[in-house]
């Protein structure tokens, strides 16, 4: 009796040796893999949760993008290195290494819009001496003008952003179309992401521009303006057998931006000389010709943004506190529709006599602080 109460006490003791033995060998793996999982290799663990579980989300194309998407997009990459980002950078405050972005997913910057200007010699003086002394001030590394011939005075100011076409100073189809085929290819030499154009009596209201320009994807197909007309335009296609076609197209007096996506899709009907091609297949002049490549072959729709204008409708209906909001501004100091010039409504800073296009007095309402306006804008309290 002895014996057998023995032996099952040395059994029960073995047993539950044993049970703990292997509890104990669990244990330490499950710890190990914790370890593994919790390490910040980027590889595993809370990183995976970070990126693989939640893809992010892409906006429908030509829709703007929200703000919130863009900073989910932002935190659920925010351990991936950007090309542009320097190694080592601290935050000011905290102490921890500051979060890299992807370049795609940053904000759109000025520096990053190509701007072209279309002008011929005769307005240099008259045109362009003004623009240098407003809007192209704040943003000359982004500025190309493309006129017709050398111009030494506009060429000090602009150095190799002054791109003289050699194509003919008229106001006829094919010079304007030249000048805009030269324009396009000096685009795709650029890496920008938005191509926007101007005319030479455009007042360009950069700040305005970008805060325009944020609420669209560069890599979707986008083409902002305003048309000049209230119809769609009719013309022919002489590739087509002479079929009739109608589309939408933004007016270069008003300007218009066509994101990078979409300017690579045109290539095949731009680059190279095919802009000239393209013009002559419709007859028709180079704002035009965009919305037909654009709208017509390339599928894309205009999307009108009101903020452009042109000297084609009555600015001075525009009210003053609204100034501020438009992204571009024009004049006409020629008889118009009964008037003796159609400009902004805008009385203060320059007389007329000293300002008649209202555009240094306009700048001066932007930037009352910049040397133009000294002397002429009192300081805000």
């Known amino acids: 009796m002895r014996l057998s109460c023995r032996r099952l006490a040395l059994g029960l003791s073995a047993g539950a040796f044993l049970c703990f033995w292997l509890f104990m060998t669990v244990f330490q793996q499950d710890l190990a893999a914790g370890r593994m999982a919790t390490q910040g290799d980027g590889s595993a663990g809370s990183e995976r949760w970070a990126l693989g579980k939640h893809p992010r989300k892409i906006s429908s194309v030509g829709r703007p993008v929200e703000d919130d998407e863009r900073d989910n997009d932002i935190k659920k990459t925010s351990r991936t290195q950007s090309k542009h980002s320097k190694p080592g950078n601290r935050g000011s405050s905290s102490g921890q290494n500051t979060v890299s972005v992807p370049d795609r997913l940053r904000k759109t910057e000025l520096r990053d819009i190509f701007i072209g200007v279309k002008t011929t010699e005769k307005y240099h003086r008259q045109r362009m001496d003004l623009l240098m002394d407003t809007w192209v001030s704040l943003a000359k590394d982004q500025t190309f003008v493309f006129t017709d011939s050398d111009d030494q005075q506009l060429r000090s100011r602009l150095g190799d952003h002054l791109i003289n076409t050699n194509c003919s100073s008229s106001h006829m189809r094919q010079a304007l179309c030249c000048k805009m085929a030269v324009e396009y290819d000096m685009f795709l030499q650029q890496d920008k992401r938005w191509f926007c ?48 076609v109608n589309f939408w197209f933004a007016t270069g007096g008003a300007g218009f931006c066509i994101s990078k996506g979409l300017a690579l899709k045109m290539i095949p009907y731009a680059s190279g000389g095919k802009f000239m091609s393209s013009c002559e297949r419709i007859r028709l002049p180079d704002d035009c010709t965009l919305g037909f490549i654009i709208e017509r072959l390339l599928r894309v729709k205009l999307v009108q943004i009101q903020q452009f204008h042109s000297h084609l409708e009555w600015l001075k209906f525009i009210k003053k506190e609204e100034l501020p909001h438009q992204v571009s501004l024009s004049y006409g100091l020629t008889p118009y529709r009964g008037s003796a010039r159609n400009i902004i409504g805008l009385d203060e800073v320059f007389s007329e006599s000293d300002d008649p296009t209202r555009f240094k007095s306009l700048h001066c309402l932007l930037y009352p602080y910049v040397d133009l306006c000294k002397g002429h804008v009192r300081r805000r309290r």
Request: charged residues 30%; negative net charge; without cysteine.
């Open 197 to 244: 154009h101007v005319d030479d009596d455009n007042y360009l209201n950069v700040h305005e521009l970008v805060k325009l320009l944020n609420q669209y994807k560069h890599t979707d197909d986008i083409y902002l303006g305003r048309p000049s007309i209230n119809h769609p335009m009719e013309t022919f296609d002489r590739h087509e057998n002479m079929q009739k």
